[in-house]
């Protein structure tokens, strides 16, 4: 496509339910990151994926965090028994990792209310 | 660890006058440095980046940042603000990591 997709752009949930959000990188960037954006604060760096590689999981925050790519496309971000600080806008990113091409491409984000 | 250090969180300015964004790194290798914006309802996007070669870097929509290394930062520099320049700016690095550490950002806004 031509931009990163992410879907969906808002959900709510209940406190303790599972969540899962998706991302669409941009079509033959080989490396897909995640961060999380919380009111008022920077990204922090949740996981990333290159390639075939054994993904860097070295930001998720508790093991109720997880994620999943299929080969070089879409990726899932699932969060399970959400809890009250999972609130926040998860942003999904896309480089290609040629050359000098190393910038990421963001998607809108989803943005995450846990009630 | 790489990390990012942002100076401005909030900064306010007229249209016309001149913008400098501080940006601070902590890495002591060869590093990469990008400022991203995102403006009110929108993305975050590319604004320019440095990878080598000439230290003084020009972007998009009359952007510029310059790359010191001794002082280990990459400031943003616009001459005269406009309106629309109103958003968020993010300065990223990337060093031994292959992941952009990113600052908190910093609120700009521009009175007309």
């Known amino acids: 496509g031509a931009g990163v997709s992410q879907s969906p752009s808002n959900k709510v949930t209940e406190k303790g339910k599972d969540v899962e959000l998706r991302c669409d990188p941009i079509?033959?960037?080989?490396?897909l990151y995640w961060y999380r954006q919380r009111l008022g604060q920077g990204l922090e760096f949740l996981i990333y994926f290159q390639g075939n590689s054994a993904p860097d999981k070295s930001g998720l925050p508790s093991d109720r965090f997880s994620a999943e790519r299929t080969g070089e496309s879409v990726s899932t971000l699932t969060i399970q028994r959400t809890q009250q600080e999972d609130s926040a806008v998860y942003l999904c990113a896309s480089s290609l990792e040629t050359g000098s091409r190393l910038e990421a491409f963001f998607g809108q984000g989803t943005r995450l209310t846990v009630v | 660890a790489q990390s990012v250090s942002q100076h401005n969180h909030h900064v306010i300015l007229s249209e016309a006058a001149s913008l400098e964004l501080g940006c601070n790194y902590s890495y002591g290798g060869t590093v990469n440095l990008f400022w991203y914006v995102q403006y009110p309802g929108q993305h975050l996007q590319l604004l320019l980046k440095?990878?080598?070669?000439?230290?003084l870097v020009k972007g998009i929509k009359g952007f510029e940042a310059e790359f010191i290394k001794s002082k280990f930062s990459f400031n943003l520099r616009k001459p005269s603000v406009q309106w629309s320049d109103t958003a968020e700016y993010f300065c990223a690095v990337r060093g031994g990591s292959y992941i952009p550490t990113f600052g908190r950002g910093t609120s700009l806004i521009v009175h007309p």
């Open positions: 079509s033959g960037h080989t490396a």
């Open positions: 440095y990878f080598s070669g000439d230290p």
